[in-house]
């Protein structure tokens, strides 16, 4: 199974952009990347997701490079409402159909 | 919008009881995980089903917990007996997977917090 590194708490003020990194070394060819956010005492919540190069919605970026060894959400403007812990996971057959979460990046935003 | 609804919200009982947590998945999701969280442990993939057929419980305590979907708009997660160290939130997900394209993601509900004194 694909294992996932991401750092474990950023802190940020309001208006700034955030960029969380995420690292998979062994992600395999079907593979494809999402991010989830949780906030306390919720559901994680579906984000974003990708192959590779740039997707983009209306809640954050997503930039994969070729290698899809890494992957960076971007969050633009943040705000005191995205405090949440953000997950990064691969996902696809080859990791069996499971969806893993690893520790995930406890984002704190500052007003 | 579609939602996953997990009953109850919130439960308390003691030690040695059977505790049933239900959860229904969005019509016409075909996949269904359920979750333990704890502060200790993070997000912990108890077991997992694709077309009502379970396909992985790995991740689950044998003994003690079991795993059905009963039909397509039911799921169910079952401790018996509950112990202290159960003691978590529960959370269910579904989303529709079709052969190896994307899932474009999961829809989890609110969870069950299960508190065995």
């Known amino acids: 199974l694909a294992k996932t590194t991401q750092p474990i708490s950023m802190d940020s003020y309001e208006g700034q952009e955030v960029n969380i990194t995420c690292s998979h070394n062994n992600i395999a060819t079907n593979d494809y990347i999402t991010w989830y956010q949780q906030f306390p005492s919720q559901g994680p919540r579906f984000i974003i997701q990708g192959y590779k190069t740039k997707v983009t919605n209306e809640v954050a970026s997503l930039f994969i490079p070729a290698d899809r060894k890494s992957s960076t959400l971007s969050l633009p403007r943040v705000s005191l409402s995205d405090t949440a812990v953000y997950y990064c996971?691969?996902?696809?057959?080859?990791?069996?159909?499971?969806?893993?979460f690893g520790q995930g990046t406890e984002l704190s935003v500052k007003p | 919008d579609a939602r996953v609804t997990q009953t109850p919200r919130d439960k308390v009982t003691e030690m040695g009881q059977e505790v049933t947590m239900r959860c229904q998945p969005i019509l016409g999701h075909n996949t269904v995980f359920w979750y333990r969280q704890t502060m200790m442990q993070g997000l912990e993939l108890l077991a997992y089903f694709r077309n009502r057929a379970p396909l992985d419980d790995s991740g689950m305590p044998k003994d003690r917990f079991s795993a059905e979907m009963p039909d397509a708009t039911l799921a169910t997660l079952k401790i018996q007996p509950s112990e202290p160290r159960d003691s978590a939130v529960y959370f269910c997900?579904?989303?529709?997977?079709?052969?190896?394209?994307?899932?474009?993601?999961?829809?989890f509900g609110s969870g069950t917090r299960l508190t065995v004194v």
């Open positions: 997900a579904s989303g529709l997977v079709s052969g190896t394209s994307y899932n474009y993601g999961y829809t």
């Open positions: 996971l691969v996902e696809g057959p080859n990791q069996g159909g499971k969806l893993i």
